[in-house]
């Protein structure tokens, strides 16, 4: 019988997010990386959904992952997310996602428009963006695969498919995947 031994890493922030650090020291107890490091990663999810939203919240809390699960509404909220702008202006209070789960189907700026900025945006587009949406149209995988999206998963219709969707994703994108030091 074949075994295969797989190790499991675990990354700091500053592996993981992809725009500078805001000022203050860079090493040692009260730097960026050291705070969110102990704190685990944070996922942040682009969905206008109400009840997908509440079941990914729930499917998250049952995983019992360090990494926490965060929300914004649509693309334009996930840009001031993301350029720490408005009300997520103060990083302690909105700290960069290692992993965004982007929806396709939202107001203001739509999913196509969120990616093709954030995958334009020299800081950004290192930060894995998986595309969550119901959608199954072999146009719209085409599309955000060409924008730059890691990866295009459909949403489970159910609370334990979204267990096992996002333990999954979980398990891949913040735990065996090596992410380049940024």
Not at 30 to 36: E, P
Not at 115 to 123: A, C, G, Q, V
Not at 153 to 179: A, E
């Amino acid at each position: 019988m074949l075994t295969i031994q797989t190790s499991i890493e675990y990354f700091t922030m500053s592996q993981l997010y992809p725009t500078q650090p805001p000022a203050g020291p860079t090493s040692g107890p009260g730097s960026f990386t050291t705070r969110f490091r102990s704190k685990g990663i944070t996922v942040l999810m682009a969905d206008d959904d109400d009840d997908d939203c509440m079941l990914a919240k729930e499917a998250w809390k049952e995983l019992n992952t360090p990494n926490h699960l965060r929300f914004v509404r649509d693309g334009e909220e996930l840009m001031e997310y993301l350029q720490h702008r408005g009300a997520y202006s103060d990083p302690k209070e909105s700290p960069p996602p290692g992993l965004i789960l982007l929806d396709l189907n939202m107001p203001k700026k739509n999913g196509y428009e969120a990616l093709r900025e954030i995958k334009t945006d020299p800081y950004l587009r290192k930060i894995p963006v998986i595309v969550f949406t119901t959608s199954t149209n072999e146009e719209d995988i085409s599309q955000v695969y060409d924008l730059g999206a890691n990866s295009f998963v459909g949403k489970p219709s159910n609370y334990d498919g979204y267990v096992t969707l996002l333990g999954t994703l979980n398990t891949f994108w913040l735990q065996l995947v090596k992410l380049p030091h940024l």
